[in-house]
């Protein structure tokens, strides 16, 4: 696992999106997998500064998102599918028959999940996965306790992490309770990962992750299974590493 510590947000962005340019440019029909929240906004908009003023082009790359509230239409504005062509598809030139996210409206959830993961492994799996990491140490939706082997399947989200996304929905009661995400042995299938970690309220979980067991109990310590991790964290994130 590799430690690339950033001074501000800003830096761990331009990383981020300098590491993912740099993989599109060696491999232009890339395969990016993604991630939503709060974490990666910054990476898409310098992503997007390099499309509109240094020429990067994601016309041929194909991109897969980690996860997907159950029971929220893609136009739904708090679904990810909205998050993702609002923040980041709109704005670039790739091909929207390339972007691949969990229907979390599909009519039979255990189906879509099979679908998705088949979908992946048809595409060869993805050559770098961007991942953010929940307090609890979740990685995608995998909530503490998710077996390092899943695949993608259908999660019933816990309450800390109901709570810390509710800032983008009306209330706490209209956060889904079910998420579709892919496994941690789907995360793990990717040739590179890309963690990104920021602030303050994600400083003990850098910690644990860091200096912790490899356990079940923290889904993000499976990343030590993987030859190929980054983990960019800034100063807050940083600031109970010793
Ligand atoms: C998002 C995802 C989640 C987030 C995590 C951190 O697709 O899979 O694991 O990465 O909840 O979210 P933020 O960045 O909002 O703190």
Partial sequence: MK?????????????????????????????????????PEGTYRELIRLHQTENLSFQNVTTVNLDEYAGLSSDDPNSYHFYMNHRFFQHIDSQPS???????????????????????????????????????????????????????????????????????????????????????????????????????SKAAAVKKLLVGDISEDFPASALHLHSDVTVLIDREAAALRS
């Fill in 98 to 200: 390339r972007h691949f996210i969990p229907n979390g409206n599909a009519d039979d959830l255990e189906a879509e999940c099979g679908r998705y993961e088949q979908l992946i492994e048809c595409l060869g799996g993805t050559d770098i996965q961007l991942l953010g990491i929940g307090r609890n140490g979740h990685i995608g939706f995998n909530e503490p306790g998710t077996p390092f082997k899943s695949r993608t399947h259908i999660v019933t989200l816990n309450e800390q992490t109901r709570r810390a996304n509710a800032r983008y929905f009306s209330s706490i009661d209209s956060v889904p309770k079910k998420a579709l995400t892919m496994g941690i042995q789907t995360i793990l299938s990717s040739k590179r990962i890309l963690l990104l970690i920021s602030g303050e």
């Fill in 3 to 39: 430690l690339m510590e950033c001074q501000t947000y800003e830096e761990l962005s331009q990383k981020a999106a300098k590491i993912t340019a740099d993989t599109i440019t060696q491999k232009p029909g890339a395969v990016l997998g993604l991630a939503t929240g709060g974490t």
